[in-house]
T-cell receptor
């Protein structure tokens, strides 16, 4: 069956430009998470969506980062005025919900390089 | 606070057993997970264990949990070259909408 998909798979951008990263979760999964994987910081949580609302944005590193989710499905993570320290792999995960086991299934990630 | 620690590297011979260890700090964690990441790929959920269990076996994988010492291990029997990857231990933050706190990952290298 279809898993979590993310696009683009790779993105190279110049410092100061805005970027949008897209996540398409598994159909029927109401919970959606964004994580970032970087050499210095490992894997870190960014934001959580339940449906279209984001009750936990505690991991967003600065106000240059924002995310939205529409129709309880696709999510977009936007980074404004990108900096070199934003270079990382951005991973999206989805799950049936936050109750119970809540296993999260990950997409392949978007590798962002800021030059 | 929340913290998950793993050794960074493990090298084993093909056919031997691999044991990857993890320690966590939040004693109220309900579920603990093992994920596998192959080069250039996302995270693949391998297995999980509920905090009231001591052991879980799934084919070649055995998870052991020592809740008193907050120690989790993943044993891979008959390790194959296809098992070469980075293995992440993760705990759920209680009351945190199931967000995961990950260890730094253990790179498993399998050699002939």
């Amino acid at each position: 069956g279809a898993g979590v998909s993310q696009s683009p798979s790779n993105k190279v951008t110049e410092k100061g430009k805005d970027v949008e990263l897209r996540c398409d979760p598994i159909s029927g999964h109401t919970a959606l998470y964004w994580y970032r994987q970087s050499l210095g910081q490992g894997l870190e949580f960014l934001i959580y969506f339940q449906g279209n609302s984001a009750p936990d944005k505690s991991g967003l590193p600065s106000d240059r980062f924002s995310a939205e989710r529409t129709g309880g499905s696709v999510s977009t993570l936007t980074i404004q005025r990108t900096q070199q320290e934003d270079s990382a792999v951005y991973l999206c995960a989805s799950s049936l919900g936050f109750r119970g086991r809540g296993e999260q299934y990950f997409g392949p990630g978007t590798r962002l390089t800021v030059t | 606070g929340e913290d998950v620690e793993q050794s960074l590297f493990l090298s084993v011979r093909e056919g031997d057993s691999s044991v990857i260890n993890c320690t966590y700090t939040d004693s109220s964690s309900t579920y603990l997970y093992w994920y596998k990441q192959e080069p250039g790929a996302g995270l693949q959920l391998l297995t999980y264990i509920f905090s009231n269990m001591d052991m879980k076996q799934d084919q070649r994988l055995t998870v052991l949990l020592n809740k008193k010492d907050k120690h989790l291990s993943l044993r891979i029997a008959d390790t194959q070259t296809g098992d070469s990857a980075i293995y992440f231990c993760a705990e759920i933050v209680p009351g945190g909408y199931n967000k995961l706190i990950f260890g730094a990952g253990t790179r498993l290298a399998v050699h002939p």
